[in-house]
């Protein structure tokens, strides 16, 4: 596994808090909220204890996920699902996304209890629209299809602050 890059004392607070405990295996800030707050953080693919740890994006602003969990008890992930199977463009560009996923925790290191294994639900089924968003936000705009249309149809979480405060340098 490559070594693991700096991540400021301020960002590791900031996840903390958002969180309501210390990050695991946090590698860096992957994405970062209009308010400046780390939003969204990259993991190491194994926890110090050894435990791997699939979720490669992993989202960490609790307003963020609080307005993805209204979608996902919308319904909106069985569409998702559905449109998979019905939409041969949309499904090809979400087996991407899920290559790109692997392909990026596997220049981190490899795991071979998940190796081939994305988050997610990716490439066949939406499972946990977080993931797919927390994808969304840290590889850009058009690379998670149903990331991208998740992101999309979420309120504006920053536009009340930072989440939780923004440490001062």
């Not at 319904?75 to 499904?91: H, I, V």
């Not at 981190?108 to 089924?125: K, L, Y």
Request: net charge neutral; charged share 20%; proline share 9%.
């Amino acid at each position: 596994m490559s070594a693991e890059p700096l991540v400021s004392n301020a960002d590791r607070a900031a996840v903390a808090a958002q969180l309501g405990r210390p990050p695991r295996a946090i590698r860096t800030v992957a994405h970062r909220c209009p308010c400046t707050n780390p939003d969204v953080i990259e993991t190491s693919p194994r926890l110090a204890d050894g435990t791997p740890f699939p979720t490669l994006y992993y989202l960490t602003c609790p307003r963020a996920a609080s307005a993805i969990g209204t979608l996902e008890s919308s319904g909106l992930m069985r569409e998702m699902t559905e449109r998979l199977g019905t939409d041969a463009g949309l499904a090809d560009r979400y087996r991407a996304a899920h290559e790109a996923y692997l392909a990026r925790r596997e220049q981190i290191g490899h795991v071979a209890e998940i190796a081939g294994v994305s988050a997610g639900g990716m490439p066949n089924r939406v499972k946990c629209l977080h993931v797919l968003v927390g994808h969304a936000l840290a590889a850009g705009p058009g690379v998670n299809p149903l990331g991208d249309e998740a992101l999309a149809l979420l309120p504006r979480w920053w536009d009340a602050g930072p989440c939780v405060p923004l440490e001062q340098p």
